[in-house]
């Protein structure tokens, strides 16, 4: 990737903050950190995406003279991030009004699930 992890996760809270503009500045402010916590966990579970796809479900890992396959070091991790992203998005979401929360809940899920580069290529 050419941007920086730092870039790419500002330009995610910004565009995260974008959904959650019309809050009251007292839950505004409240959720500004849970903003930059789905910001940097998106973006990471990119790079972790990227990675996985790179090299495969299952990886190749040496034992002394031989080798044993087992699944890629990064999908427990992956797993365990996917889940607190999806806690982060859903404490978000509960912070809107019930309609403006639905719409919110959709572009995330439609940003969330598009194709990634690494995907694309394959």
Partial sequence: MDDT?????????????????NLPKDRLEITKKLIERA??????LEEMEEKIASDGLVVEMPQGNYT??????LLQQ????????????KQLNESLPPV???QAGQ??????????QAAKKA
């Fill in 5 to 21: 992890l730092y870039t790419r996760t500002k330009k995610e809270q910004r565009r995260i903050a974008k959904l959650y503009k």
């Fill in 39 to 44: 910001a940097y966990m998106l973006v990471s």
């Fill in 68 to 73: 044993i396959e087992r699944a890629h070091p």
């Fill in 78 to 89: 992956y797993n365990a991030m996917v889940k607190n992203y999806n806690s982060t998005i």
């Fill in 100 to 102: 403006e929360a639905e």
């Fill in 107 to 116: 572009a995330l899920m439609m940003f969330a699930t598009k194709p990634t």
